[in-house]
């Protein structure tokens, strides 16, 4: 733990604002940009390739690089094949297919988990730039991959995601679990939910006042979750309210408002299928002088009851991300500091003090595994992490050597034994 260097996996030419793992690929999507100004930084989505080296090391090979005009991307979700990106007040949703060159000339088509055949590769559609620019734009950008392989992105729909008069902003996009839902939040307060793929409007209700900071769907659709500026982190039920949380009561002598929700996540519990947990960030509503702890609250999440809260360091937190698994939880901070618990009892696993150099914007744990693939390798867990300052860098945890289970019972027998030989030595006719 503390102040090290971490590798960066890649580097873009533009700050990096979002991030996620394709769970069918292993793609990894990354995006950001300058925005409107004309600042001469591009505005662009990126599409790595993620190989693990040797047992604990990755690399990253830049696949495709789709321009977004003059919009950055701002939050990103994905769900088979499909894009869904805040850029602005809007949502814009897109299909990405990565190709591979076969033999013969045939070229395979993947989208989602789906592999189409085709005789002629398909060509980028307008604005689908190939990678030549973000690799021109900077020295630091990783190589393109093989020709053999291609991404092409086809936009699909664009939905109006927050109506903010003065300056429309999209803060958090997610699908629903069976990606039956598109639910998006901004600085209008407003939660918008769209069934997909029809995009037909379902709820549009004021759940803050103020800006929406995050937003999480539990399994089956049931409850929403969302979290805003005014303090109050809320549990929908379709579009009415069912309860707000209360975390300061599991602290002694909290006050109400002297710190405000900052994110929200579900996540599964190891070994039990039917359990559900809810994770949420606490974060100072001012600063002082002597900064005070962070906090990180787990709730039973049917019940909605609290079940821990620990301090989770002075650094603000800017991004939560929860593992497939519901194993481990992960931390960035608006110092460049990124962190690894254990979502059981909220212990901190990995620390690397300002591992980049400003705010950590979005955190992405890679998947635990992959159809045909390790991605893993021999490590417990692994988690991505993007900044402001452009680099895109991985965390790792080696797995923890442990005995295996015929040394500790072999162990234990010659204890046992060994006891037994010393109380006859001691007191003749023990046996």
Partial sequence: M????????????????????????????????????????????????????????????????????????MNLA?????????????????RFQHCTQKE??????????????????????????????????????????????????????????DLNLQD????????SPDLSLLLTGGTDGHIRVWEFPSLKKK?????????????????GNKHLVTVGRDFACSVWSGNQLAMGLKWHETVPQMTEKTYRYMACRFGKVEDQKEALRLYTVQIPHKRDRRPPPCYLTKWDGKSFLPMLTAPCGTEVVSSLAVSESGTFLGLGTVTGSVAIYIAFSLQKLYYVQECHGIVVTDLAFLP????????????????????????????????????????????????????????????????
């Fill in 2 to 73: 503390g102040k090290r260097r971490v590798p960066d996996l890649y580097r873009a030419p533009f700050p990096l604002y979002a991030i996620k793992v394709d769970p069918k690929t292993g793609l990894v999507i990354t995006a950001g940009g300058g925005g409107a100004s004309k600042t001469g930084i591009k505005n662009a989505m990126h599409f790595l390739d993620l190989q693990l080296v040797g047992e604990h090391q990755y690399s990253a090979s830049l696949l495709h690089s789709h321009d977004t005009d003059t919009r950055a991307t």
């Fill in 78 to 94: 994905v769900g088979d094949g499909v894009i869904a990106a805040g850029q602005d007040g809007t949502c814009s949703l897109m």
């Fill in 104 to 161: 013969g000339g045939k070229t395979a088509v993947k989208v989602g988990n789906s592999v189409q055949q085709g005789s002629a590769r398909r060509r980028a559609g307008k604005g689908d730039k190939g990678g030549q620019d973000g690799v021109a734009a900077s020295g630091d950008m990783l190589d393109m991959k093989d020709e053999t392989a291609h991404i092409s992105v086809t936009g699909l729909a664009e939905v109006q995601s």
């Fill in 168 to 175: 429309p902003l999209q803060k958090v996009v997610r699908f």
């Fill in 203 to 219: 709820f549009d209700f004021k759940a803050h006042e103020g800006e929406i900071e995050d937003l999480d769907m539990s399994s």
């Fill in 368 to 431: 635990d595994s992959l159809k045909g693939r390790n991605i893993r390798g021999n490590n417990e867990t692994a988690m991505l992490s993007v900044a402001v300052d452009s680099r895109c860098q991985v965390h790792v945890v080696p797995n923890r050597r442990s005995f295996p289970v015929w040394l500790v019972l072999f162990l234990c027998g010659l204890m046992v034994v060994g006891a037994i030989l010393l109380l006859q030595n001691l007191f003749p006719g023990f046996v």
